[in-house]
């Protein structure tokens, strides 16, 4: 008999049969991942792990993986299970992308004249970063708790990478399925919000001659769904429920991105927030949420603790089913090319605020916009 989360999640998508992907060693079936760097738009070189999707399985639709992290211990991509999911989802035929945030695993590196600008980017000044003059590293453990919102920048350069990496055919970024652990999952949701505000200038030549810019749809058109593994609802010792119930409702209830909220079933604070948020997406629609809460069974662990050969399954089942659900064709993104922008809905009439300028590797969050989304520490 299927579990009870299994059964949740077949009811959901509509009674098909789930898909799963086949069990064991997937990584054995697999050419290894490609090492990768890319840099953040404040100078932090990040690394990360690709594995390139080939072969007749290839699927049409790429996978971005955010790993947990702690501000005692740190973290990486390199975690339990991490590797397997990946891996698993390759061997499904999906493309993905896993990296180490800044200051943790392998992304400690910085450009000294870039990263310390405090004028340009005041977030790593002296009262959220402790360091030594110019340096040419960064660590964790130099993070105030207040820094690690700003983590969210490390996942606006990874989709400029994938960006980068469509134009060039390699992989398709406008099927994009983000799936995050932990306070990871929290920077992950924060980071899809921030999509829904954030529109590329779709004739940037028209814009160097002062004129206003023409703005496309909202980016997160691109996001096929989001994944989060026991998504805490604090960043560091910073309590964020409020704005976590607004980030998903945004990205879910608004703009109607699929959200499954994995946790362990016999964790009962994780089983109440999942709960919860379900609802913030749902709000007071009689319609089925965009939103759903998935329990793993007997499992009182959080986070990617809770990945084992059947959850793997499990979540590529999702991944099978929501891009299934979407027209999502690779187009051109002109990464390089382009210029983009934020409009946020908090003022009569909203100005476009600028996030990436045409030639820029990545984009910055705006602070209208930390501010607008709760995210200022």
Known sequence: MQSLWRATLVAFLT???????????????????????????????????????????????????????????????????????????????????????????????????VFWDERKFPHNGRQYVSHKPKSETVEFKDFRPGYYAYLVNDVGAAKAFLDRANDRKELNSCNLIVVGAGQGATVG???????????????????????????????????????????KDRIETRSVPTQLSRWVAVAGRTHKIPIAFYHGKDNDKDTALASRLVLDVKGASKEKPQAMAIPVKGVKASGNKLLDAETNASIVGYVEKMTALRTGEQTERAANASGFYYLLPNEKFPKPVLSRRPGEEAPIVSTNSITYLGLQP
């Open 15 to 113: 009674g098909m049969t789930l898909a799963l992907a086949p069990g064991g060693d997937a990584q054995a079936q697999n050419a290894k991942p490609k090492a990768v760097t890319f840099k953040s738009a404040d100078g932090v070189t990040l690394s990360g792990s690709y594995y390139a999707a080939g072969g007749k399985k290839a699927k049409n639709a790429t996978v971005l993986l955010l790993h947990d992290f702690d501000g005692k211990t740190g973290g990486s991509s390199s975690q339990a299970g991490w590797g397997e999911l990946a891996a698993t989802l390759q061997d499904a035929g999906y493309a993905v992308l896993t990296f180490d945030f800044r200051g943790m695993g392998d992304s400690k590196e910085v450009n000294k004249e």
């Open 189 to 231: 949701a924060m980071w899809v919000a921030n999509e829904c505000y954030r529109r590329r200038d779709k004739d940037p030549k028209s814009t160097q001659f002062g004129k206003q810019p023409t703005l496309g749809e909202p980016e997160s058109q691109l996001i096929a769904g989001c994944v989060w593994l026991s998504v």
